[in-house]
């Protein structure tokens, strides 16, 4: 019997690690099918992690953290989770191998992941100018021209928040309207920063060593427009990685949110006792590293008041 | 008029800082009447941050902060803030030099400071083996002996916390019960590593240059003992520095609980538009850097949401 599964090996799912073990939980797993580190170790550049004065990759940023948050006795087994359930008082993992385990507390930290828009060179150039996230990229085009893809509410949230930093937001979508909020249009539509690219798509995504020089889009009479701005945002939904938390009868272990997003409150407690959350999983996560594993050091620490209660 | 005051210069206002000026607020001014930085400063030994491999001292892990949250705009002014009142839309902060500054939103990070006993070598062996933070420092004393003071429910709770990790755990208390929940003492009773220490006060710490060698206490007939342990946990106590929010009529400008911790949810948001609190000042805060720094990120993001909106 664990004392504590943690499902995920990013910021959250370390950092839980760490405080869960130094604050003396014996058995303590975290389930990382990689190599723990998450997805910001595909980052090429983070200046906003305090507590380093230069810039880092995501790799530099995450080198020390499984050394350091695995030095007080943290496990990792590197299998992948299909399924947490309840088991009378405990919970119940299931790993991919089949295998089973029990554990009197779990956090979830298995994170969200950016859709992918299916555009040639997006792959090619993520993360050398092709981002997910305007907190974290935007600044690196200040006083430059950025494009945004997208015509939801994370879409046109982000061509506003990008369009305090940089010279100019084109707004690409493929349709003729917006399906985000009404007030968010309208300010979207006030913005002279903001120029819409209405009934278009993207052709391609191009660039060279250094990074994103433009993209082709085509509108919906065919004609092509080659926008030559360094930066390129796509918008077009998250996959909530919750499926460990699906049950069989096709129900969530947890409540969640419309989009599936776990909700919990201030302690990263669940409406399940013993069931936690932390870091992109969770409602209202700003998806930002220092976030995440704030999130996780709380988890922890909530699941130590929990065994001592 | 100012986008953002930041009241308080630790690990949340310089989080908050970094974050609110590299998403594009231009005026933005964090008050800080010392050097920023923090309670975490005083502290000898951090090793539960994550990003380092070696354990650093508060002014170690510090130093960088301030250039890199500095470096996008935001400005340091040295002045105490005595108070934030609502100014029609916007808000009023007095300076204790009279000046009075306008700004549309403020994020307060005053944190809070554990109350002093006034034991002698309290302060001398402050952060050498005196503390206040279980989570912090409990761990330098695995397979050792602590002392802990108090005996309400923080004190108990620390106690059950230094008790999974500890050889053996003082629990000293100057009255013959304690004011912590029922269920709480209960777990103290039960609990084999915890010796009670209860009708007595300490009369000094002692230590040498390596740091607390044990304390001296002295039960109700007056009769001296020795306890030899090199943790020496104060819990009496929290002053929560809601003083700012004050207002003349001895309300607070926005909700706060019965322990005067400012009620937010888990964007940071107080119950009055524009005001937010991050850091050790909010309800349920663990106290810990990383959650202070990611408090600090996720104000700065809601008031760039407020403001784009």
């Not at 013993?274 to 709380?298: M, S, T, W, Y």
Request: hydrophobic share 40%; aromatic share 8%; charged share 25%.
């Amino acid at each position: 019997m664990l004392d504590l599964a943690i499902i995920g090996g990013g910021p959250a799912g370390l950092t839980a690690g760490l405080y869960a073990t130094r604050g003396g939980l014996k058995n303590v797993v975290m389930y990382e099918m990689g190599l723990p580190g998450g997805q910001i170790t595909q980052s090429s550049e983070i200046e906003n992690y305090p507590g380093f004065e230069k810039v880092l990759t995501g790799m530099e940023l995450m080198e020390p953290w499984p050394k350091q948050c695995m030095r007080f006795g943290l496990k990792h087994e590197l299998a992948e989770v299909k399924n947490v359930s309840k088991m009378d008082e405990n919970f119940q993992v299931t790993l991919a191998n089949g295998d089973k385990v029990l554990a009197k507390n779990i956090i979830v930290c298995t994170g969200s992941t950016p859709k992918r828009a299916g555009i040639k060179g997006e792959d090619e150039f993520y993360g050398k100018g092709v981002s997910n996230c305007a907190t974290c990229d935007g600044f690196f085009y200040k006083d430059k021209e950025v494009s945004v893809l997208g015509g939801g509410d994370t879409a046109l949230e982000e061509a506003l928040y990008l369009a305090n930093i940089c010279k100019k937001v084109y707004l690409i979508h493929r349709r003729d309207s917006f399906r985000a909020s009404p007030h968010t249009v309208k300010r979207v539509m006030e913005n002279d920063k903001i120029e819409l690219v209405l009934n278009s798509t993207v052709k391609e995504i191009y660039g060279d060593e250094s990074g994103v020089n433009g993209s082709i889009v085509v509108d919906k009479d065919g004609n092509e427009r080659d926008i030559k701005a360094p930066g390129f945002f796509i918008f077009v939904g998250m996959n909530v990685n919750n499926g460990v938390l699906k049950q069989e009868d096709g129900s969530f272990l947890c409540k969640v949110n419309e989009w599936g997003e776990v909700i919990v409150d201030l302690k990263m407690r669940t409406d399940v006792e013993g069931l936690f959350a932390a870091g992109d999983i969770r409602i209202e996560a700003p998806k930002q590293v220092v976030c995440a594993a704030g999130d996780g050091a709380v988890a922890a620490l909530s699941v130590i008041e929990r065994e001592n209660h």
